[in-house]
RNA sequence: CGGGGAGUGGCGCAGCCUGGUUAGCGCGCCUGCCUUGGGAGCAGGAGGUCGUCGGUUCAAAUCCGAUCUCCCCGACCA
């Protein structure tokens, strides 16, 4: 059996049309559907469990940081809306406003939140009134609503799920401390849970979130060469807090307006699983978020209910034991060939399979989603062996990731260069820039590339080159891409 | 929002140009037999009114108009 050979040709190869593919993936895999709405889907259980399991892996760090849940509403007047105006202008195209409530027109229009720093910061200003309050560490789970143009399953939706941090603080430097605090969370969270490698750096100012003084991000690159943004972070300085009147007496008795940050990840994540680590036979997801980590498929020869299924059964309950999440798939109305492809459409990182040969020699055969590849085990050392070869999947699915992100990275000096690699092989393109805006459009106009992301780290390693557009002195060291 | 393409049983498509009996095909689904180590085989069967609304016509899946949705490219977008 050849390594990279397609069993079942079920979906449009990954290299004749991405695009495509990833559409495939979704529907096939079932993670989601079209809704009869413009822009809108259904994400069913399989997808859904996915973001369970991001949910509750993501909610662990969170809490582990200090913060805690709350709700907040999902209407917001629009007058509140109003009072931080590039935060309006900012979101203005896309807020879908409700004007009417049963028979009645409103008296003010309701948003329907595009995101949630205008209602949350007029309960911060009644809550906060001291420094004996501060800081507020709260963060939310919620369903959020943007009237996307164009939109796709799971990367831009009009509605989608997310969750969103909003922190006050009685200091600059305490909420800068508390942005990059969770830039690092998310960096940690995406790297060793979804085996994504990402970038994490400053945003600038035209990718600035509308409102914010400083946004940060995680960026990461699918393997169409397409950036995607992966979570941010936000330094919202004092512009809420001083339209919402967020005021406080500090150690000094004076009246001072907290300093905020806000930050959030997205369903998108799932979109990003998708475009990082499926292949042409479907999915392929890690064991820390898998829904399904372990899948056990008897084979059914002969007399197999009596023989076989005894074992699977036993299997199965021994992996249960062992804390995986396993399925058993004894159905007799599929073949065992069937199963195979079914769950490596699903993504489901390992197979137990057992048959009557394996039976006789006492055995068990394990086959890995990531790599296709087939090992013995003796019955005896199976849950320990599952285990360990989930943690190895793990980490493989990260090494070829990061493997591919570092041989998509591209450090260019010369903008004929940058333009030709663009064209060729997209990736990232680490460059200088000399900070001006024009440039940076230019660039986003002649090539599709924006600045993803500024390093945190880098920039203070190298001496500075020129800018790659305009050959001015280089003052940032920026990843270019083109992003979805 | 602009340009292009597409909506026909669950999925993928043919039919439309050149209107005319019961709208086909493959996969899937149901029943039975037989099979099962990489999506088995045979036989029988169910399921669509052609995205939606309107118009032309004796007659519309087919022609005309509007509208909704999806896909691709671009503009826009934390």
């Known amino acids: 059996m050849a390594k990279d050979e397609r069993f079942v040709k079920q979906i449009t190869a990954k290299s004749e049309d991405f695009s495509r593919w990833y559409l495939e993936i979704i529907r096939k895999a079932e993670m989601a559907d079209y809704a009869p709405m413009k822009g809108i889907m259904v994400i069913r259980p399989y997808g859904y469990t996915i973001w369970e399991n991001i949910q509750r892996l993501m909610d662990r760090r969170i809490k582990e940081t200090g913060h805690v849940n709350a709700y907040f509403p999902l209407f917001i007047p629009e007058s509140f809306l109003k009072k931080e105006m590039e935060h309006l202008e900012g979101f203005a195209p896309q807020v879908a406003w409700v004007t ?6 409103l008296e003010e229009r309701l948003a329907v939140r595009p995101t949630s720093e205008a209602i949350i910061g007029s309960m911060y200003a009644k809550w906060i009134q001291s420094y004996r309050d501060l800081p507020v560490l709260i963060n939310q789970w919620a369903n959020i609503v943007r009237w996307e143009k164009v939109t796709r399953p799971f990367l831009r939706t009009t509605e989608f799920l997310w969750q969103e941090g909003h922190t006050a603080h009685e200091t600059m430097e305490e909420a800068q401390e508390e ?8 960096k940690d969270f995406v790297e060793s849970e979804l085996a994504i490698p990402v970038i994490e750096g400053r945003k600038s100012p035209r990718e600035r979130f509308a409102g914010a003084m400083e946004t940060y991000a995680i960026e990461a690159l699918m393997s169409d060469g397409k950036a995607l943004q992966m979570g941010t972070s936000h330094n919202l300085g004092q512009h809420f807090s001083k339209v919402f009147e967020i005021r406080f007496e500090d150690r000094e008795q004076k009246q001072q307006y907290v300093w905020q940050t806000s930050w959030g990840v997205s369903t998108r994540l799932i979109g990003a699983l998708v475009m990082t680590h499926g292949d042409d036979s479907g999915l392929r997801m890690p064991p820390q978020v898998a829904p399904i980590q372990v899948v056990v498929v008897p084979i059914s020869l002969g007399s197999w209910k009596e023989n076989v299924l005894p074992v699977a059964l036993a299997i199965e309950k021994e992996l249960l034991e062992a804390g995986l999440r396993v399925k058993l798939d004894a159905r007799e109305e599929f073949t065992p060939g069937w199963k195979f492809s079914e769950w490596e459409m699903r993504g489901v990182p390992l197979r137990v399979e057992v048959g009557p040969k394996d039976i006789k ?8 989603r990531d790599v296709q590849q087939k090992d013995f085990v003796g019955l005896a050392a199976l849950a320990p062996q599952v285990k360990k070869t989930l943690q190895q999947i793990q980490s493989s699915l990260f090494e ?62 190298e001496d500075p080159g020129d800018c790659v557009y305009c050959r001015k002195k280089g003052r940032e060291l920026a990843y270019f891409a083109r992003a979805y």
Not at 179 to 186: A, E, F, G, R, S
Not at 420 to 426: A, D, F, G, M
């Open 100 to 105: 009417q409530g049963g028979q009645e027109e």
């Open 179 to 186: 942005t990059i605090k969770v830039l690092y969370m998310y």
């Open 361 to 368: 020699e006492n055995r068990a055969v394990l086959v890995r």
């Open 400 to 461: 070829q990731a990061l493997r591919f992100q570092r041989e998509n990275t591209r450090s260019v000096s010369d903008y004929r260069e940058f333009k030709e690699v663009l064209e060729s092989k997209r990736g990232f393109i680490r460059s200088w820039w000399c900070g001006d805006e024009a440039c940076e459009d230019k660039i986003k106009e002649e090539t599709m590339a924006s600045i993803r992301v500024i390093p945190l780290k880098e920039e203070a390693k």
